[in-house]
């Protein structure tokens, strides 16, 4: 069965129940539902009644797009309606219903809201039963087959009357709350509210029970349309949060009971939170500014969330990325000298040419860090079709520059530039951007762009149960993974495991005998793959028929450290190694080649330049592959959360990554995307998890330019407490010591920055967990630590820091005082305070984006402002020539005033 509502449009499955033997569908156009009632709401566009229950469906798609404050509701990390849309959603479509009130709503999964594209909505409403009283149920979608229930429940005809207005206000018998910082400390619990959403103004406590508080839309925002707005009715449960001192993880509302909506479309509200004695839950009352009932609760619970239980919520295949080229947009010509190196081409074989190459590279760029008197200038890297950009051939021995280039560029930020040109290029006129290819008389950069969903064909198996796979790496790591998964989700039934120790290994006896217990036949072989006949030997034995390279080891280390030695101890297994099987199963017909690259050759690199260097050889030899017609995939990972066979990686270090804005891959969504990567048939994808609130935290000039175009529209941050600067060239820490009182206030200021930030490069959750006076190599300081230090008091300060930083200073209290010492070498002079507030005033107009109405008031404003002071508090006491300052335009009257300011501040 089905309910066609229209003509010449696309059919939409509605979600059922496995039982159901009765299935419907909506007949959707692009614009609106043909044939079904139109639904005036922000979120719900068309309702269709089915004829056969007297139950009811509503549509409505949800974006970024058409709903841009849904990018200011960020949990851990992850964009979600608020569980206060499903309320709305709910209230709406009972009202559509002739219902009047939510008896219960249980939310059973958060709704995520994509970054990019949409996501489509389903509110199933029931028939009647004998009471009047409906089901409900919400759903959604990102492909309009797979869907996702996220919230139950049952609607009643009848509204509850609300327990008491709010007409007395403010509430007698309380105590103020202070809610300056109340975002900031909600931040720090993983509730990002943006703009839209930071709508506490005022709380106040009556005991120990009972919480108000007033809230309020910014200015501009939609209410009338909405019963109540998601984001306002979500802002007023925000004094509870706050009050919840010492708390852990963010929570989120889990059961909503007995909600009824009295009066819709405020914008402003009322608050009281009750705690109910006995099952923890609170009792809601919303009321308008004039006291009068908005929407009450009898009952709503929460229960914590975690990050991994959120990013559950979304679709695994919003982290499957590709690298794409595209024109630069404009940027500005270098400000500091730049200085052209141009990459040699290397003879010899292909692992030979790559080693001369990165030899003389690696020279070069720790002769250019060991000059200290070029700290202003930056080394421009040339290559010569290192990337491929387009359809074309790419140089195996110049393509691991970039990752090598790569890590110096982000232990040294502002010292390089990467360049890649083809064969007959020369140099053309450079701009800043750190990374470029010229092709065409154009400029290109790279960016990642997520693999869209339909580019996934997933009715293509990528194992061919019959093949021998052959997984170097194979006995543990990831490798040992990839057998698992090859022989349990995929029916593989013989493998060729390769490991430098064989059947020795830690675990391989073990792991033969799982394997074999699910049916595998496994061999297992002692072999370095970098040693080619060793290899070809293996090869010789067994008829491989697909091919998995996960070897691989790291050195980790600052290119400042690199030795050769050290370069070739990671480049055997990943560069011989891939080389090796490349050449040697030539004469195969292989259903599968896949490469184990990782993220560290592209905006990982830092610390890690030759195994940087090393995956990008990887990516560069798959391009090779797919340009011959041969079977290739190289997957440039991300960080997993299990053990990859490359060393244990601290806590600390897992909190690095998630300030980067790239937590790890669980187990099952790494496994996962490895199949979805070989069904897109793509030679070079990039399989990670990204987290853009984490992201758009990060200053502008510290946010690799590859992950710029995935992160929604900048927003108004708030600052976490005691961190002072970030992405302003200090401009924000220089106001700020400009406006303390004493030494001892600003003394206190940079040290906590200091703090601060040691705090976050360690991964400990604050700043009181560092001791002023403790030594950075008893902190647990290493190289790459100290220079993501330097770094970020770099960002924070506008100062050019050495690397060597926290080796010449050693305690948190000693680079505090050498702060103190630069700061104080290039602070302007105070300025008085009236200027500091013109100032402020001129920041506060050069942001504001008027309308006409808007401007042309506001320019009355200011000319009559102006025109008062000017008369009142001429030194002279007037005369002299006067300007006719009601007749100026708005640039006429900031010309004025910049003309007066000039005068007053010259000496």
Known sequence: AAVFAGRGARRVELPTYPFQRTRYWLIEQPTALAGADTVDHPLLGARVVLPDTGGAVFTGRLSLDSHPWLADHDVLGTLLLPGTGLVELALQAAHQMGCEAIDELTLAAPLVVPEKGGVAVRVVVGGP???????????????????????????????????????VWPPADTTPLPVDGAYAALLARGYDYGPAFQGLKAAWRRGDDVVFAEVALPEGAEAARFGVHPALLDAAMHAGLIEDEGAGAPELPFSWGGVSLHRA???????????????????????????????????????????????????????????TWTRAAAHPRPEAPVEVYEVPRAAGDTPEAVRGVLGAVLARLQEWLADHGKDEEKLAVVTRRAVPVEDEDVDLGQAPVWGLVRAAAAENPGRFLLLDLD????????????????????????????????????????????????????TSGLGALVARHLVTA???????????????????????????????????????????????????????????????????????????????????????????????????????????????????????????????????????????GRPVTSLAFGLWETDTGLGELAEADRKRMLRMGLPALSQEEGLALLDDALRTREPLLAPFHLDTAALRARPADRLPGMLRGLVPTARRRVAGPGVAGGGDGGAGLRRRLAELADDAERDSLLLDLVRTQVAAVLGHDGADAIRSDRAFKDLGFDSLTAVELRNGLGAATGLKLPATLVFDHPTPAAVADELREQLGADQEPTVSPLEAELSRLEAALASATPDAEDYDRVAERLRALTAGWLETHRPDGGGGEETDLASLSADELFDVLDDELDTRSAP
């Open 423 to 474: 064969d007959a290029d020369t140099v053309p006129p450079l701009v800043d951007a750190p990374e470029m290819a010229f092709r065409g008389g154009e400029l290109l950069v790279p960016e990642f762009a997520r693999v869209p969903a339909a580019a996934v064909d997933e009715s293509h198996d990528p194992w061919d149960r019959a093949s021998t796979v052959l997984i170097t790496g194979g």
């Open 129 to 167: 039963d004998g009471s009047g009283a409906r089901t409900i149920e919400i759903y959604s979608s990102l492909d309009d087959e797979t869907w996702t229930r996220h919230a139950t429940g049952g609607i009643v005809p009848s509204a509850t009357p609300p327990p008491s207005d709010l007409s």
């Open 490 to 628: 995929h029916g593989v039934r013989r493998l060729v495991l390769t490991s430098r120790r064989g059947g020795n290994a830690p675990g391989a006896a073990e792991l033969r005998a799982e394997l074999t217990a699910h049916g595998a036949h496994v061999a297992i072989e002692a072999c370095d793959v970098a040693d080619r006949a060793a290899l070809a030997t293996v090869l010789d034995r067994h008829p491989v028929d697909a091919v998995v390279h996960a070897a691989g080891v790291v050195d980790n280390g600052l290119v400042r450290g690199l030795t050769p030695e050290r370069m070739d101890t990671v480049l055997r297994p990943k560069v011989d190694g891939a080389w090796n099987l490349h050449e040697l199963t030539a004469d195969r017909d292989l259903s599968a080649f896949v490469l184990f690259s990782s993220l560290a050759g592209l905006v990982l690199a830092a610390g890690q330049g030759n195994y940087a260097a090393a995956n990008v050889f990887l990516d560069a030899l798959a391009h090779r592959r797919h340009q011959a």
């Open 265 to 323: 479309g405020a914008s402003a509200l009322r608050v009281r939170l009750s705690h109910r004695d006995g099952d923890g839950g609170t009792e809601v009352l919303v009321a308008d500014e004039s006291g009068a009932p908005v929407l009450s609760v009898a009952n709503l619970t929460s229960r914590p969330v975690s990050a991994e239980q959120l990013r559950a919520g979304g679709d695994h295949r919003e982290s499957l990325f590709a690298l």
